[in-house]
């Protein structure tokens, strides 16, 4: 029964060891530009984590019985034995634990950039409907179908527009800059 229970947890070991060297190679490609993949890599090594857990803890619970039970199948010489297995298996436990906070870091981390990344878009989608919003105003009342606009008829009317168009325009430009927005 030892031979079968170290041979378990030894296997556990190596695939925790190997799924661990997986999530570590998984952290750099969270910086790229188009991570759209690693998404899934995180996923699947989540998983991977989970069944892990789900199947060492029944062997913790089995190993932490037999050095708790008063049967005279276990010798008392034996029990030592069943200790090293103890501190293996929660070595195991220990290691899943720390992976599974990388991949939920990794997670973090790579939905923290996705964030930010729309951040900026929207902050350049903002400062462009700040600049058209009062133009469009402006060119919609000047648009109208009205006859009496004292502005129309003037000889440089359509100057004053533009004119005015600009100004307002380098004084939103000025505005942004000061706030360091744009």
Known sequence: M???LDTIIENYLVNIEILGEMIEKTEPKIFQKHPDSVVKEIYKHKTEINFLRKSIRPAKEIIKSLLNTESTLIDEKNLKYFK???DLITQAIESVEVYQ???ND???IYQTNVSNGLN???KVLTIFSAFFIPLTFIAGVYG???QYFPEIHLKYGYLYFWI???II???LLVYFRRKKWF
């Open 2 to 4: 030892y031979v079968l």
């Open 84 to 86: 090293d297995l103890d």
């Open 101 to 103: 906070n990388m991949v």
């Open 106 to 108: 990794q997670l973090n």
């Open 120 to 122: 900026e878009v929207m």
């Open 144 to 146: 109208m179908n009205f």
């Open 164 to 166: 005015l168009m600009i």
């Open 169 to 171: 325009s380098v004084v």
